[in-house]
Structure formats: structure tokens, C-alpha cells
């Protein structure tokens, strides 16, 4: 009888010590998964293809996991997976551009809680990551089509906010992507596939970037609207990219409503 109320006691002064709080602590860990879909409108140019804009609606889809770490709750993984399909064509209407993109993005951030007030929290991170696609021009005989592939290093900002009205809950999110540093595959102006990869007529195609030579940024701006058990979300992307290089210049601009779900999971062992 003594040693079971020893064995007792003992458990009892485990679960309350400070190291047994640190270790549960330390095992906590809180992920918000986002899945979007998005309706827009986008504006191309590749001067390889055309020197003509080609305008039309874009398809978006978007997948966000953000995640606290376990071992500290100030340092946060965030990735992203963003797909793109649109159908585009000039002015006259004489011909048509086809564009599919997808592009994955990794990083870890600091992030500050409860900033200025409580409910606001602010996040910088460093992200990893590249993109690769096509640009199909259906007028063109001799290169019709265009490769897109991107590797790059980028800043970026966030900023979240949770509030309450009338006992419904909502959160604001902010985030901005700065690309800073890259590299990326251009043909030169006049320069075919053929010449490049089967005559072996490389010529500076892989291209170093920077803001001086591609300024790009991407923003997305959502609203959470959580319902009992479900959360609602609501958004606008803007996606503006740019490269001038090889004596060619091109362009992506593209802007869409987002909607979709968000799935938050907490764990603590």
C-alpha cells in the first residue's frame, strides 16, 4: 500500500515539475493548411514569341501549409504550391497564347506575436524555391513555343491579425514576395532550341537575376471567416512578374479572386 501511494506521489511530482512543462511544451506544434482556388485575368509578353500583349483569364490554384515549430514557437516553416493555366490572345484576336506555370516555394521565418496590439502578429522570412511552365504562341511556325524555368531566393513579409465581431471569429492575412536573387533559362533574341541544345550553341542562356533585371512581386491579401467548425477563406492574388534579358523582354502580370478552405491542426504530445 505505501509503494502505490509513493508510485502516486512521484507521478504527480513529475507531471508538475518545470522540466515536464518544458518537454510538453517543446512538443506543441501548429500548422495551418490553406487551399485556394482562384478565377482572373492575366497580361503576357515574350518578345521571343511576339512582341504583341496577349490578354485573357487565368485558372489559379494554391496550396499554403504554415507551420510553428515545436522547439520554439517564434520559428515558423511556411511552404507554398501555386499552379497557373490561362488562354490569352492579342488585340486583333489574330492568335493565342497557352500558359501553364507551377511553382513551390520553402522557407523558415521569425515571427513576433502580439506586435503593437493584441491579435496582430508579424513574420519575416527567407524563402527557397523556383517555378517551371510553358508559353505556347498557336501563330508561330518556327518557335512556338517558350520554356520557363526558374530557380530564386526571396524575402518576404507577413502579417496576421485575428478579431472577433459579434462572437463570429475572422483573421486578416498579409503576405508580400520579394524575389532577390535567381537564375533563370533565356534564349537569346533569334536563337532556336535546335541551335541551343542539339548544334550545342550555348550562348549565356542561363541568366542571372535580380531586381535590376527581373523586379517581380507577389501579394496576397485573405480574409478567414471561421464557421463553427470550418473556415472560410477569401482572397486577391497579385502576381507580377518580369524579365528583361539576352535582348529580350517579357512580362506576367496577373491578378485573381481566391477562395477556398483552411484546415488548423494543433498537436501537443
Known sequence: MRIQVFRVLYVLLILHSP????HSYAQQRETTRATLFGIGKVNHLDTYLSPLEYRGPELTFLHET???LQRNEHVVFQ??????????????????DICANIRYDFGWGRQWRDVLWK?????????????GGFLYNDRNGNNPAQARV???LTAALRADYRFRV???????HY?????LLGLTFSPRYGQSYYDIFDRGGYDRNLVCTYPGNALSLRQLFTVDWHIRRATLRLGYLSDLRQLKANGLRRHQYSRAFMIGYVREISIKR
Do not use: V, W
Not at 503576405?175 to 524575389?179: D, F, G, T
Open 19 to 22: 522540466l515536464f512543462t518544458l
Open 66 to 68: 504554415f507551420r510553428r
Open 150 to 152: 526558374n530557380l530564386r
Open 79 to 96: 511552404t507554398t504550391i501555386q499552379g497557373t493555366f490561362s488562354y490569352a490572345h492579342n488585340q486583333a484576336e489574330t492568335a493565342h
Open 119 to 131: 491579435g496582430l502578429d508579424l513574420t519575416a522570412m527567407g524563402l527557397a524555391g523556383g517555378d
Open 175 to 179: 503576405q508580400a514576395h520579394l524575389p
Open 166 to 172: 459579434r462572437k463570429q471569429s475572422f483573421a486578416l
